[in-house]
């Protein structure tokens, strides 16, 4: 019987994990097929719960349920620290892990960063801004939150004695850091940052998780100034090779997945 996977957000018809993980699958000759599903925020208990007793090998959780998500699963060691869930395994009980963690941290030593000892501008308080500060903070890089509503940095920042600020402190915080993380919204699918272009320069890494387009604001931004820069697709594609890694014991195609998402972005 085909087994199934599966990402649930709200919204989520925008991502590009269904093409990337069956890519995967049907390349290893594995009889399972990845869905995404648009679940409610008021729904997200029984489309676990559901997912359970339809018998899924497991899910990935996207925006906006990292958090809560946590509720309705028992999180590893590590998303414990993190506060976020973003991926799910049912075996006897429903396993909560966090693959964003491991995806940023790849992306940035994938393009030869230095994290240690680096000072990191992480923009954003969500699910993706609590993993990329944590792995972040552990490997020794001077770590600053910045978010439009405060006290939502001030909860991440507190559990990792990191400092925070509000968007206000922007100007600063950029002429500051050596790495500037975007883990907002800003940027997909419109022509927006958040950081003005004249406060960027060649001294700077710029990474944007944001994978659609490719190529942000921001992005485009960081390169006509010289620095250097990381788009989302590697945290995409490294995040969702871990999650493989988890439901299924088995090392996927990592350059298959990879070249899957950008010849979608392409199209």
Not at 34 to 59: Q, R, T
Not at 195 to 221: A, C, G, Q
Request: charged residues 25%.
């Amino acid at each position: 019987m085909k087994r199934l996977l599966g990402i649930i957000g709200h919204p989520v018809h925008h991502s590009l994990s269904p093409i990337m993980h069956n890519t995967a699958l049907k390349y290893l000759g594995i009889d399972a097929e990845y869905l995404a599903f648009d679940v409610l925020p008021e729904e997200l208990g029984h489309a676990v719960l559901g997912a359970k007793a339809l018998g899924f090998l497991g899910l990935n959780i996207t925006i906006p349920h990292k958090v809560e998500v946590m509720k309705f699963c028992t999180p590893d060691k590590i998303s414990s620290q993190i506060g976020a869930v973003n991926t799910i395994r049912f075996d006897s009980e429903i396993q909560g892990f966090n693959t964003d963690a491991t995806g940023a941290y790849r992306s940035l030593k994938e393009a030869g960063v230095e994290v240690k000892g680096a000072k990191v501008l992480i923009i954003g308080a969500g699910g993706a801004a609590r993993a990329v500060s944590y792995i972040l903070h552990i490997k020794g890089a001077e770590v600053v939150v910045a978010n439009r509503t405060v006290s939502k940095a001030k909860e991440i920042c507190d559990r990792l004695g990191m400092e925070y600020s509000g968007l206000d402190k922007l100007p600063q915080l950029v002429r500051w850091a050596d790495i500037i993380i975007n883990t907002t919204s800003v940027g997909m699918q419109e022509d927006k940052s958040l950081i003005p272009k004249r406060l960027l320069d060649s001294t700077k890494v710029v990474f944007d998780i944001v994978y659609n387009p490719v190529e942000t604001r921001l992005l485009k931004d960081a390169k006509e100034v010289g620095a250097r820069t990381i788009d989302g697709v590697k945290m995409l594609v490294y995040q969702g090779a871990e999650s493989f890694r988890i439901w299924t014991g088995i090392d996927p195609p990592v350059d298959l997945m990879e070249k899957a998402v950008r010849k979608e972005l392409k199209n």
